[in-house]
């Protein structure tokens, strides 16, 4: 299951939680539980989104050792919330100075560039999420990759698709898939690309099975089996 509601102390604590997560964040061996817990705590209490942009922002301007374990993993922390939330307009402007300026600027050439630029691609389509990244999409997420899901199609073998964290169930005049791109492929390869039906996605569990609505985030889905 995805990661549930935690109960919390005041908003100052958990901001001082949050810091000190960051900073463990440096040395850990393997960051993707410690993300996922920031992100969690973000979704769970709004206000501590800018915090945490903020303090990503900082950590990632002059970094002791550019390029480095500790500062891979804050730039991967970045791309993670720049998948999952949006900042206040203010805390956005100042994140993309810091994503424009700063760093091509200063390492054009480095993964801290290529971070910024998947970042700034993922600022501009990012609404929102009903659930924070899963443990797959984390690691995923730092490599500046995307998913593989799997569809299982009636009397067909099952199909493996390519997924961003913004991919949606959207609807097209016949076809409701994936994505206009992903149903394209899908109904190619069932070799339906000539039927006037509609087709629809489901999400099946052991216990129950439902259509995935047109606008719901595939990512958010996949959490939920987590």
């Known amino acids: 299951a995805a990661p549930g509601p935690r109960s919390y102390t005041t908003l100052r604590d958990e901001a001082v939680k949050l810091f000190n997560s960051?900073?463990?964040?440096?040395?850990?061996?393997?960051?993707?539980?410690?993300?996922?817990?920031?992100?969690?705590?973000?979704?769970?209490?709004?206000?501590?989104?800018?915090?945490?942009?903020?303090?990503?922002?900082?950590?990632?301007?002059?970094?002791?050792a550019p390029g480095g374990q500790g500062d891979l993993h804050y730039w991967q922390l970045l791309t993670c919330m720049s998948c999952t939330f949006l900042p206040s307009p203010p805390v956005l402007r100042f994140l993309h100075f810091h994503l424009d300026r700063r760093v091509p600027s200063r390492f054009p050439t480095s993964e801290m560039a290529k971070y910024a630029c998947f970042i700034?691609?993922?600022?501009?389509?990012?609404?929102?999420?009903?659930?924070?990244?899963?443990?797959?999409?984390?690691?995923?997420?730092?490599?500046?990759?995307?998913?593989?899901?799997?569809?299982h199609c009636p009397g067909a073998p099952a199909c493996?698709?390519?997924?961003?964290?913004?991919?949606?169930?959207?609807?097209?005049?016949?076809?409701a898939f994936v994505s206009p791109q992903v149903a394209r492929e899908l109904v190619s390869r069932l070799g339906l690309s000539q039927s006037p039906n509609l087709f629809a996605l489901y999400a099946q569990s052991r216990r129950r099975e439902q259509p995935v609505g047109s606008t719901t985030l595939l990512a958010d889905v996949l959490t939920r089996f987590e």
């Open 120 to 151: 700034r691609e993922a600022l501009r389509k990012t609404k929102g999420r009903e659930c924070v990244p899963s443990l797959e999409e984390i690691l995923v997420l730092m490599q500046r990759q995307e998913m593989i899901c799997t569809v």
């Open 22 to 64: 960051l900073q463990q964040l440096e040395l850990e061996r393997d960051p993707v539980p410690l993300m996922q817990g920031v992100l969690q705590t973000c979704l769970d209490l709004p206000p501590l989104v800018d915090e945490i942009y903020c303090q990503l922002v900082k950590q990632t301007t002059e970094p002791p």
């Open 160 to 175: 493996s698709v390519a997924i961003s964290s913004h991919t949606t169930a959207e609807e097209s005049p016949s076809v």
